[in-house]
């Protein structure tokens, strides 16, 4: 496969498995300004899926839900998530972080990382932790 094949590759969505299908699509449609772009069912293995998408970026987030599922191992925050191999957080880049932040914690998301100068130059981050747990990065690139 040549370079210019690979370049076309782009982020499409990410995949998180929740307990509460239609709570947790309310709160990713409400906090961060998702639309929901379409519902299914996977009927072999009682599988739920809202797909969730972003009016103008296009990115899409998948919400997951199969009875029986249990919740993992869900790190505190950043620190504790990447002594973990595997999944350990999706980052929003917003406009403005002090808002989105705020917005995130009184929509039920609990605060892991008030808003700070990020570690990358000329970025500010923040952590909230969604209301299954799931970590969720907030920056602002601008």
């Known amino acids: 496969m040549s370079t210019t094949e690979r370049a076309s590759y782009r982020l499409d ?9 239609p709570g947790m699509a309310a709160w990713y449609v409400d906090t961060f300004g998702l639309e929901r772009e ?6 072999p293995i009682e599988l739920d899926i809202e797909m969730l998408r972003h009016p103008v970026f296009g990115y899409r987030v998948e919400l997951l839900h199969r009875p029986g599922s249990a919740p993992g191992p869900k790190p505190a925050d950043p620190p504790q998530a990447a002594l973990v191999e595997g999944y350990g957080h999706v980052a ?3 406009g403005d972080l002090d808002a989105a932040y705020h917005l995130a914690v009184a929509s039920g ?10 570690p990358e130059s000329g970025v500010r981050m923040a952590f909230v ?4 747990g799931n970590l969720v990065e907030l920056l602002q690139r601008r």
Not at 14 to 20: P, S, W
Not at 109 to 118: D, F, I, K, L, W
Not at 129 to 132: G, L
Request: net charge negative.
């Open 38 to 43: 379409l519902a299914l069912r996977v009927e």
């Open 129 to 132: 932790a969604d209301p299954e």
């Open 92 to 94: 929003f880049d917003v």
């Open 13 to 21: 969505h990410v995949g998180i498995a929740v307990a509460d299908l």
């Open 109 to 118: 998301a609990r605060s892991v990382m008030r808003p700070q100068p990020s």
